[in-house]
């Protein structure tokens, strides 16, 4: 079975401090691991995948195969960082399923 | 623009009368899925198609149906549709089932009382 687990519902910080949002996953296989974010009133838009190894809007997430993580990094917060952020796997064997986590919703405050 | 477009944005309806969530792609994607999205869960997939007349059941399919007769479009039907399926929809497609990206909808709102 496959299960991805974002242990924090809120994530409270202040411009220019230091984000991590985590994420576990469990799964059998090699997945393919994304973070997806969600602004306010906005549809789903990928914001990284591990595959592609970049960084985006200053976000950074490896993909640690021991600890089973992909957590998804910004040294600097900025405030046009609040939203909703989703970790989600994609298993070789699950048919193009994305399974995502609970979300972390990131509220960056001046 | 290339595009995922759900209609209606909002809906609020009454139990047990039928309604249908319209989902189209102008991107030639031949996979295509439906989520809902609730608070504390994520999103969960209910149906998916890998093309034309092939759909399957997600995690969470029960009370709902699908269909595709054109590859552009994956009508999401509720027809008898409970409160208990009041929820944040989400269409999505993709041009494969690995190494792509998953475009999703505006989503729709739906409320069942």
């Known amino acids: 079975a496959q299960r991805v687990t974002q242990p924090e519902k809120l994530l409270s910080v202040f411009k220019g401090a230091p984000v991590e949002l985590k994420c576990n996953y469990s799964?059998?296989?090699?997945?393919?691991l994304f973070w997806y974010v969600q602004y306010s009133r906005q549809r789903l838009q990928l914001l990284l995948r591990h595959i592609s190894r970049e960084s985006i809007k200053g976000f950074t997430a490896d993909l640690n195969k021991g600890e089973t993580s992909f957590h998804l990094k910004k040294p600097f917060a900025q405030e046009e960082d609040s939203a909703m952020y989703y970790c989600a796997l994609r298993g070789t064997d699950s048919w193009g399923k994305l399974q995502f986590g609970a979300g972390t919703q990131v509220v960056v405050t001046p | 623009e290339a595009q995922v477009t759900q209609n209606p944005r909002y809906l609020i309806t009454v139990t047990g009368k039928k309604l249908t969530v319209t989902c189209s792609q102008n991107?030639?994607?031949?996979?295509m899925s439906w989520y809902r999205q609730d608070p504390g869960l994520g999103l969960r997939q209910i149906y998916y198609s890998m093309n034309v007349e092939v759909t399957d059941k997600g995690d969470v399919p029960e009370g709902y149906k699908v269909s595709r007769k054109e590859k552009r479009n994956f009508p999401l039907i509720l027809e008898s549709p409970s409160p208990n399926q009041t929820s944040l929809y989400f269409c999505?497609?993709?041009?494969?089932?690995?190494?792509?990206?998953?475009?999703f909808g505006q989503g729709t709102r739906l409320t069942v009382v």
């Open positions: 799964y059998s296989g090699s997945p393919e």
């Open positions: 999505a497609s993709s041009s494969g089932l690995i190494n792509t990206e998953a475009f």
């Open positions: 991107m030639n994607h031949e996979y």
